[in-house]
């Protein structure tokens, strides 16, 4: 029975060191890309994974030489899968305190006001394992709102339960401009429902089919319509926010930066890329979506060919004007988008005089938030409503 036990803990330990080792290392190419993301995300579980390896192989030890390597290995998928935890309190200190540095006092008035907010604690780790709890939603799916070319492009709206107006969310999801859709990320749409919003997941056209700019104009005319309906769906449109996530955080903060058919109070970017043609010209190293061949898709070609292309589509060049205010989210680790450009686009924001934050992740990836209960979306997720609040409900504004 022991020799069973021990090969189990042999086996237990390898994998789960192989799993922990995605914690610390990017991923060199595309199909490995989702342990590279979900590792640190999904932490709590390897390190019960590999402690549970560990005790196996101790109460079962025999002297076996590779009892002792498997002991070994489990000691060092423990330490690894222990990063990200042991890094949660400093790095939620430090957005705390970039929070009320760039928002001001009425920040921190704001903040007292609990009821604005569904989470008190920034990481749970009860909700690590069980989930985060949703609540009760109205959702209805599937609407049209336009079809250019002949393409349906629909949207889904996340109401709370009551009959209101509400301060509005539309969401824009990612996916490289090629894939997605209103579906994606539905549980951060569903939670932001429960707790005041209403919601609008909306999609595009798609790369390489229709270039830049057949998307932004999709994201204006989902606004339009929304403007045109917002009695029908409970919608408050002086009270407005974009959030977009990797590709969708580009085009939301291109509509909010620019003219568009509603008023946008607050603007929010997961992961969006921001400098297009610095992006191109500096990939990430390792590269795992090839991010030039993403990007001339999008565009339609390389800097040097379509430069006009680049610069409309890249919402640096648009920051030396009056904006919303701007909060990012990035993950230090990032190997789509690199963490230095949202650091060049809050810098440009800022010397132009906008409101604008950056939190960074140190151990997360691109799509860190796909995990909802993970410890980085736990994080982004509590300053991420609070910046919301801020923006759209607290008195005063």
């Given amino acids: ?5 021990s090969i189990l803990g042999i086996l237990l330990s390898a994998i789960g060191l192989f799993l922990s080792i995605w914690v610390i290392t990017p991923a060199p ?4 890309l989702p342990l590279a993301v979900g590792a640190p995300e999904v932490c709590h579980w390897l390190l019960l994974l590999n402690t549970t390896a560990f005790v196996v192989l101790l109460f079962n030890l025999q002297g076996s030489w590779l009892q002792y390597v498997g002991l070994g290995i489990s000691v060092v998928g423990i330490i690894l899968s222990l990063l990200p935890f042991v890094q949660i309190p400093t790095a939620q200190q430090q957005m705390q305190l970039t929070m009320e540095k760039q928002l001001g006092q009425s920040y921190s008035r704001t903040i007292l006001q609990q009821e604005y907010f569904g989470r008190s604690y920034p990481f749970n780790l009860i909700d690590a394992f069980k989930g985060i709890h949703i609540g009760e939603i109205r959702y209805t799916p599937n609407i049209e709102f336009a079809s250019p070319d002949g393409v349906s492009l629909r949207l889904n709206i996340y109401r709370p339960p009551q009959v209101g107006q509400y301060p509005g969310i539309i969401v824009i999801h990612g996916g490289g401009w090629q894939s997605g859709s209103a579906e994606s ?6 939670y932001m429902a429960a707790r005041g919003y209403t919601v609008f997941a909306i999609t595009y056209r798609y790369a390489p089919a229709y270039k830049f700019p057949a998307q932004l104009d999709d994201v204006r005319s989902a606004l339009t319509f929304i403007q045109k309906h917002a009695a029908e769906y409970e919608i408050d449109i ?3 926010a974009l959030l977009g996530r990797s590709a969708g955080g580009q085009l939301a903060m291109l509509a909010g930066y620019q003219q568009n058919p509603l008023p946008v109070r607050a603007v929010i970017s997961y992961y969006g890329p921001s400098n297009l043609a610095k992006g191109y010209r500096e990939p990430p190293t390792p ?13 339609g070609g390389t800097p040097d060919q379509v430069p006009e292309q680049y610069t409309k589509a890249s919402p640096i060049n648009y920051v030396n004007r009056p904006l919303p205010p701007t909060l990012l989210i990035h993950g230090s680790r990032d190997h789509i988008t690199r963490i230095s450009f ?3 686009l809050l810098q440009s924001l800022q ?3 906008n409101q604008a934050i950056l939190l960074e992740i140190p151990w997360a990836e691109h799509a860190f938030d796909y995990i909802f209960n993970g410890p980085s979306n736990q994080l982004a997720l509590y300053h991420t409503e609070r910046f919301l609040a801020w923006a759209l409900k607290h008195i005063g504004k």
Avoid: C, H, Q, T
């Fill in 29 to 32: 190419f595309y199909f490995l």
């Fill in 238 to 240: 002086n009270r407005i």
């Fill in 185 to 190: 990320n539905a549980d951060f749409s569903r």
């Fill in 287 to 299: 590269d795992p979506l090839n991010v030039r061949s993403v990007l001339e898709a999008f565009l």
């Fill in 1 to 5: 029975m022991k020799e069973a036990f």
């Fill in 351 to 353: 010397n132009a005089g």
């Fill in 342 to 344: 949202p650091r060049m």
